[in-house]
């Protein structure tokens, strides 16, 4: 299935049905401020079981999750210093994952060996409005083939994952580059892998 959900004013309706299959234990692929992602409700752990099935990635893989403001972040991870919290008030939203300690609330099934996970809040209004709608935090991981590589035409992504995802929503062909994900356990930052976003933080 899938929907064609403009990005720039989400159709409301549409958002709602999207959100009924992730409360359904459904997996969906949407638009990022990246590339394309797969997103489950966290609350889910066949969703999630099934996400790292597709992927084809081990158990404690770091996931992220995609959240709708910085407020809803802090219930969790533990310990966002002041350094953290004013790097992500100008990174957010951005093309950002900043990797924290993560707190009681986040399902232990998506944590590493670390206990930690990552946090995005993309520039993208479907991803926003989903999360928002939902009312919780979306788990998110991008949809990439076994060589790496990104698919970034949605039609191409519902012909090759019909079978195994629940909704592919369409916003256009996305950009090939992931985010930028910058390591915040020690309370300053130390970028794990350059992607699109700016490395504004270290100047």
């Known amino acids: 299935m899938i929907f064609v959900i403009h990005e720039v004013n989400p159709q409301g309706r549409l958002i709602d ?19 394309y992602a797969y997103g489950c409700d966290i609350k889910s752990k066949h969703a999630i079981e099934k996400i ?23 219930e969790y991870v533990r310990n966002i210093s002041n350094d953290a919290f004013k790097i992500m008030k100008k990174a957010f939203p951005g093309p950002y994952t900043f990797i924290f300690h993560a707190s ?19 520039d993208n209004n479907i991803a926003l409005e989903l999360v928002r709608t939902l009312g919780r935090p979306v788990l998110s991981t991008s949809v990439s083939t076994g060589s790496g590589e990104y698919i970034v035409d949605p039609r191409d992504l519902e012909k090759v994952y019909r079978n195994e995802v629940d909704l592919v929503i369409d916003a256009g062909p996305k950009v090939s580059d992931p985010s930028t994900v910058v390591d915040m356990t020690s309370g300053h930052p130390v970028v794990l892998r350059k992607g699109k976003g700016e490395l504004f933080f270290l100047s």
């Open 104 to 122: 009681k609330l986040v399902p232990r099934i998506v944590t590493t060996e670390q206990k930690t996970i990552g946090v995005r809040m993309p």
């Open 17 to 35: 049905k999207a959100c009924e299959i992730l409360e359904e234990g459904g997996v969906v692929i949407y638009p990022t401020d990246t590339v």
């Open 52 to 74: 790292y099935h597709i992927k084809k990635i081990p158990r404690k893989k770091p996931l992220s999750f995609i959240f709708p403001d910085i407020s809803s972040i802090n």
